[in-house]
Each structure stands twice: as structure tokens, then as C-alpha cells.
């Protein structure tokens, strides 16, 4: 079974840029489907990014679409996210997750294995 491990949050001012790393444990992390999503407190989970299984499609939500990159190195078992022009509303937990089918990416439950979470604050 795939294990995740967020790293890479931490506080950052408005305006400025963090890269969050998800190595997995397992070599199928080449066949999965890779996705972030965050939670803000009183929120539910929301999609981020997500990514396919060479990289060559990529899926981001309107909120961050230009300012976050999605990427992923296979040889390492890792997925990365940078975040540029980070916003207050950008707080939260991020999670990264992993799926085998590539449908449906933006939805929580398509995904079977998650990451304990990492937190973003972002002061204004």
C-alpha cells in the first residue's frame, strides 16, 4: 500500500512562495494519479492541483490556476507543488493524495490514499 508524507509547509508573508513535497513509499507511485487538496478551518476539503501519471496533464482549481505548479518525479516518488504570489486565503492543511484511475481528479473521494497533511499560513 502507497504511504505519503507532506513536507515543506510553514508560514510565509503574502506575496511569497513556498514548494510542498509528497514522497511516496511505494514503486506503483509511477502508475498513480497525484493530487493536492487543502482544508481550512470550518471548511471542507478542497481541490488544488493534480497531476497524471507521466506528467504530461495537468488540472489546477480557478483559485490557483497561475500562481501554483504541479510536478512530479517519478524516479524519486515524489510530487511537488509551487506556490507563487501566496494569498491569506491560501491558509490551511494541504493534503496530497493518490488514485489509479484518472477520472474525475478534482473530487476527493476518486483518491484511496492520503497524506497526514502539511500546514500553509500565509499573514497578510
Known amino acids: 500500500q502507497v504511504q505519503l508524507v507532506e513536507s515543506g509547509g510553514g508560514l510565509v508573508q503574502a506575496g511569497g512562495s513556498l514548494r510542498l513535497s509528497c514522497a511516496a513509499s511505494t514503486r506503483t507511485f509511477s502508475k498513480d494519479v497525484m493530487g493536492w487538496f487543502r482544508q481550512a478551518p470550518g471548511k471542507e476539503r478542497e481541490f488544488v492541483a493534480a497531476?497524471?501519471?507521466?506528467?504530461?496533464?495537468?488540472y489546477y482549481a480557478d483559485s490557483v490556476e497561475g500562481r501554483f505548479t504541479i510536478s512530479r518525479d517519478n524516479a524519486k516518488n515524489t510530487v511537488y507543488l509551487q506556490m507563487n504570489s501566496l494569498k491569506p486565503e491560501d491558509t490551511a492543511v494541504y493534503y496530497c493524495?493518490?488514485?489509479?484511475?484518472?477520472?474525475?481528479?478534482?473530487?476527493?473521494?476518486?483518491?484511496?490514499?492520503w497524506g497526514q497533511g502539511t500546514q500553509v499560513t500565509v499573514s497578510s
Open positions: 497531476i497524471n501519471r507521466d506528467g504530461e496533464n495537468t
Open positions: 493524495a493518490a488514485a489509479r484511475l484518472e477520472w474525475y481528479v478534482r473530487g476527493p473521494s476518486t483518491y484511496d490514499i
